[in-house]
């Protein structure tokens, strides 16, 4: 089973910021959270990750509490192209090769 | 180009006949699996490598094979495809030590 928890569905206007929660209250110490988004029925994109601190790169901002139980995607500027279910999804480094995908958020942007 | 490049996109086939959907990734990766997605149940791991003559199964194997004789393919092989067979299929890979992985665009198979 997934170790997180997700809103099924949001919806944003366009050029306004997306900011999506996900909860991992069981994360463990070693476990990183990455966030990947699939657009229609394409391959899943990987879009950020990390452990502990706030990280940022071109397509999305993540911020972790603290006590690292929740994080949030940010998407700055959410366009039409943006439309799409993001998955929040916790695993160790150097693990077996296995992403276990819950039910993501469906993140519609609208005009 | 960075990718992961799935054969065939799309497939129609009748039950019992042999076939094998191909992965190949450019990127030099170490772990490559395989991935089906079906409505409701999101998606699930097939098989994985961690290397060359290196696989495990996944949560969902029964029914396929695969194998690893090059690092950049992993051919997902069902030897007698059934309706329940009928999916959207994902080939993924990723480096070793890195976080993110790249996935093919998709084999939607359609068993009849």
């Known amino acids: 089973d997934a170790k997180t928890t997700q809103p099924p569905s949001m919806d944003c206007a366009e050029g306004r910021a997306a900011n999506l929660p996900c909860n991992h209250s069981?994360?463990?110490?070693?476990?990183?959270v990455y966030w990947y988004r699939q657009i229609h029925s394409q391959g899943p994109q990987y879009i950020i990750h990390?452990?502990?601190n706030n990280e940022t790169n071109e397509m999305a901002s993540l911020i972790i509490t603290e006590d690292r139980k929740s994080s949030t995607l940010i998407l700055p500027h959410a366009t039409l192209r943006d439309t799409a279910v993001y998955y929040c999804?916790?695993?160790?480094?150097?693990?077996?090769?296995?992403?276990?995908f819950g039910k993501g958020t469906k993140l519609t942007v609208n005009p | 180009e960075a990718q992961v490049t799935q054969n065939p996109r799309y497939l129609i086939t009748v039950t019992g006949k042999k076939l094998t959907v191909t992965c190949s990734q450019n990127m030099n990766h170490e772990y490559m699996s395989w991935y089906r997605q079906d409505p409701g149940l999101g998606l699930r791991q097939i098989y994985y490598s961690m290397n060359v003559e290196v696989t495990d199964k996944g949560d969902v194997p029964e029914g396929y094979k695969v194998s690893r004789k090059e690092k950049r393919n992993f051919p997902l092989i069902l030897e007698s495809p059934s309706p329940n067979q009928t999916s959207l299929y994902f080939c993924?890979?990723?480096?070793?030590?890195?976080?993110?992985?790249?996935f093919g665009q998709g084999t939607r198979l359609t068993v009849v």
């Open positions: 069981t994360i463990s110490g070693n476990e990183y």
């Open positions: 993924a890979s990723r480096a070793r030590g890195t976080l993110g992985a790249f």
């Open positions: 999804i916790v695993s160790i480094q150097g693990g077996s090769e296995k992403l276990v």
């Open positions: 990390g452990l502990k």
